[in-house]
């Protein structure tokens, strides 16, 4: 049956045919939808983790027990789950084990931009790389294949315009397959120094048994009749070479498997034509590949190492005029906001009016750095707010009463609580903010163990965090409400002079959940008005500045109030009012 898919759903089709029987994730666009789509198959076990690398373990230990599993990723969660990767590498797997990892060039949706090829090269395991929707069904069945046959985990990267576009895919019904007996093997399986230097020749005799394999595989095919250009590529500068070049005036070696990169089919490619030209994104590892061998392809020196490529940066490179129809069109630029009525909005206003150094974090709330609130005054990685505060205070003590980290419920399960532990344990006079809205925002309302759902929305365990925060050894735990201007304000210069570690926990569910119910829109009353722009400070797109007056778009306000506690003038009013 064919049918229209995503890259990221065809994908979990790929999981479900494959007979995959467990799927553990965190939530990281462009990979998320791998297991949204995933967990609407019956037969296939899917879950939230905390973090990238408890879903990672959980699928190893699946494999453990026999039964084929996967985790999924963005680029910045393999670093989360390094640890066990690497390690995985040299016990090998027991049922297949696939690892999907979702880069993002150009940084649409991430904090830097990162090559997850390197890791597939440093850890020694294998890694596919699908170029449309129909490749990304069809690698995860090749991905499990080769799991099993060459004893690894298989690490499957896809990026984000191949994950995030639609092409046909042709389904089939899966075939599960018999699940693999547990036999215990502490060689095999229990990494102790003794163990561990067996397994080292294993991995680099299996990686050379891979790159045999890589020869003769489909996977890497190659396509056109030109002797004069030949293009070597792979993923979605695959489809851009197709769309740039018929098959008469380029050759294209389209590489499917990305590590280990064979050597007899470049070379022998190489060979056919008279120009070589690697095509790649961010890193140039296919073209350091090729100079290995002696070639000296064209890449770095005509293609940037920046952001992704699209059809018209390639042309462009490589000298060629695409019909004008094929240039994209200029679209302004609508850099992203803080929603109307966001729960966050307060707190970040009060925290900039006072003054305060802020150590963010990774979530929807790093908008508080754009203007006009501009209160954010660091994002790392997941989880840094904490520790990095308790650095902050621990080089300059007097940092501690103008200084806090902020953090959202989601992000502070995923690497939050071992920084605030951290706190606690050595010792810094520290606040801690947690943004508690309720649900995993910055990735479209995904369950966490705060919510007290799981990843279908069926009841679960919740975690309290009042509780764990005290429990972590934190004595001043203090929850607010960040509609309350008052309150936020208060509780915020109250923490910061005390004199021991504290948690003000900032709570209100993210006005876009299907379940909040927001109030009617507010409305500015013209004759109260002084254009005094203060409430233009909350940086709320349904606020705006028309003829020197403060105006509501109703279609946008959520009724939160928040701009009314900052009006001196009482012009900030329910719509009735003043319609009166």
Known sequence: ????????????????????????????????EITEFAVKYDGINCEWAPNEKVAMETAFGASLAGRRAACAMKHVGLNVAADPLFTMSYTGVNAGLVVFVADDPSMHSSQNEQDSRNYAIAAKVPMLEPSDSSEARDFVREA???????????????????????????????????????????QKYVMMPGYARLKHPVVEKRTESLREFAETSPLNRVEGTSDELGIITSG?????????FDESEARILKLGILNPLPDRIILDFAASVKRLVVIEELDGIIEKHCRSLGLCPDGRNLFPACYEYSQQLIARCLGRRLPDAAEPKQVPARPPVMCPGCPHRGLFYTLARNKVTVLGDIGCYTLGAQKPLEAVDSVLCMGASVSG????????????????????????????????CNIAYNGTNSTVIILDNSITGMTGHQQNPTTGYDIKGDPATKIDLEQLCRALGIGRVRVVDPYD???????????????????????????????????????????????????????CPALS???????????????????????????????????K
């Open 236 to 244: 979605i500068c695959y489809q851009y070479v197709r769309e740039i």
């Open 144 to 186: 499990f294949a080769m799991s099993e046959r060459f004893d690894t985990p298989v690490l499957y990267r896809i990026c984000t315009r191949t994950a995030h576009s639609q092409s046909i895919v042709d389904t089939a019904e899966p075939e599960v397959p018999e699940p693999v007996p547990y036999r215990k093997q502490p």
């Open 485 to 539: 201007l008052a309150a936020c304000d208060r509780a915020v210069k109250e923490e910061l002079a005390a004199d021991e570690a504290s948690v003000i926990i900032s709570r209100r569910p993210c006005v876009l959940l299907k379940y909040v119910k927001t109030a009617p829109p507010l409305a500015v009353c013209a004759d109260k008005c002084r254009g005094c722009r203060r409430c233009m400070g909350l940086g």
């Open 389 to 420: 505060l308790h650095g902050f205070n621990k080089a300059d003590p007097s940092n501690s009463g103008k200084t806090v980290a902020v953090i959202g419920d989601s992000t502070f399960m995923h690497s939050g609580m071992t920084g605030l």
């Open 1 to 32: 049956m064919k049918k229209l898919m995503l890259g990221n759903e065809a994908a979990a089709r790929g999981l479900y045919e494959a007979g995959c029987a467990v799927v553990s994730s965190y939530p990281g666009t462009p990979s998320t």
């Open 545 to 579: 500045f028309r003829d020197g007056r403060a105006v509501i778009d109703a279609t946008l306000c959520t009724g939160c109030g928040v701009c009314s506690q900052l009006c001196a003038f009482g012009a900030i009013q329910k719509q009735a009012e003043v319609q």
